[in-house]
Nanobody, 133 residues
C-alpha cells in the first residue's frame, strides 16, 4: 500500500522558516521522483518543487526559488522541503507527491518542462502552513 505522510506544518511569522517532511512507504523510494505541491483556499493547486530519483535533479517554482530547498534521504524514505524567508502568500496546504521516474530512449521523461504537470501517482494528505504575524 503506497502511503505518503507529511508533517512539519504550522504557523510561522513572515521571514521565518519551517521544514516539511514526507515519509513514504509501500514502494521502492529510490526509483521515484518526489514533489511538493500547495493549494491555498480558492486557488488552484500549485507545483512548488520536485527532486528526481536518487540525488536529483531539483526543480522549483519561480515563486519559491532561492527561498525553498528540496532534499531527500533515501535511507529514511523521506523527502524534505526547507522553507526560509516565508511570506504570507506561502500560506497553503502543502502536499507531497510521488511518481516513478520513467525513461524514453534512455532519458528521463521528468525534466524542467514536465515536472510540474506530470500525473503523480501517489499523494499525501497534506499539512497546513500558515504565515502570519
Amino acid at each position: 500500500q503506497v502511503q505518503l505522510v507529511e508533517s512539519g506544518g504550522g504557523l510561522a511569522q513572515p521571514g521565518g522558516s519551517l521544514r516539511l517532511s514526507c515519509v513514504a512507504s509501500g514502494f521502492t523510494f529510490e526509483y521515484y521522483a518526489l514533489a511538493w505541491f500547495r493549494q491555498a483556499p480558492g486557488r488552484e493547486r500549485e507545483a512548488v518543487s520536485c527532486i528526481g530519483n536518487n540525488a536529483g535533479p531539483t526543480y522549483y517554482a519561480d515563486s519559491v526559488k532561492g527561498r525553498f530547498t528540496i532534499s531527500r534521504d533515501n535511507s529514511k524514505n523521506t523527502v524534505y522541503l526547507q522553507m526560509n524567508g516565508l511570506k504570507p502568500e506561502d500560506t497553503a496546504v502543502y502536499y507531497c507527491a510521488a511518481d516513478r521516474v520513467k525513461y524514453s530512449y534512455g532519458a528521463a521523461t521528468l525534466n524542467s518542462a514536465t515536472w510540474s504537470s506530470i500525473n503523480y501517482e501517489a499523494w499525501g494528505q497534506g499539512t497546513q502552513v500558515t504565515v502570519a504575524s
